[in-house]
């Protein structure tokens, strides 16, 4: 896995950071939700943008916060390897993920402010 710490202060879509958001708004990197989508609904992982040899440490991180398996599945997909249908899905597929990132959002709330 990656050991740099770009998934947390970087260009990395796990960031969150204003440098992340201008990066994928020029199309050069999938949204996090894509990156998680791609592995739950297309069995890929996403590549570390900072060394496409390792996966992506924040996308990792989050499957195992929303209680996917975040086995490493190779090979790793990379930003040369992006097509369309990588990131086509249901949309039964994508509110069921996201009803799932909300629910999780709001227990961590939860348990933060109780």
């Known amino acids: 896995m990656c050991d740099k710490k770009c998934n947390?202060?970087?260009g990395c879509p796990f960031a969150q950071s204003e440098e992340s958001e201008i990066i994928q708004n020029y199309?050069?990197?999938p949204t996090s939700f894509e990156i998680l989508a791609m592995r739950i609904y297309k069995g890929k992982t996403w590549a570390c943008h900072g060394?496409?040899?390792?996966?992506?440490?924040?996308g990792l991180d989050a499957l195992k916060r929303y209680g996917y398996d975040n086995t490493i599945v190779r090979p790793l997909v990379k930003e040369e390897d992006?097509?369309?249908?990588?990131f086509c899905f249901?949309?039964?597929?994508i509110e069921r993920l996201t009803s799932r990132i909300k629910k999780v959002q709001?227990?961590?709330?939860?348990?933060?402010f109780s």
Not at 51 to 57: E, H, Y
Not at 90 to 93: F, G, L, R, S
Request: glycine share 14%; aromatic share 0%.
């Open 106 to 112: 709001r227990e961590e709330n939860i348990r933060k």
């Open 82 to 86: 992006m097509t369309i249908g990588i």
């Open 27 to 29: 199309g050069c990197l």
């Open 51 to 58: 060394d496409v040899t390792k996966p992506c440490k924040g």
């Open 8 to 10: 947390i202060d970087g």
């Open 90 to 93: 249901e949309v039964d597929d």
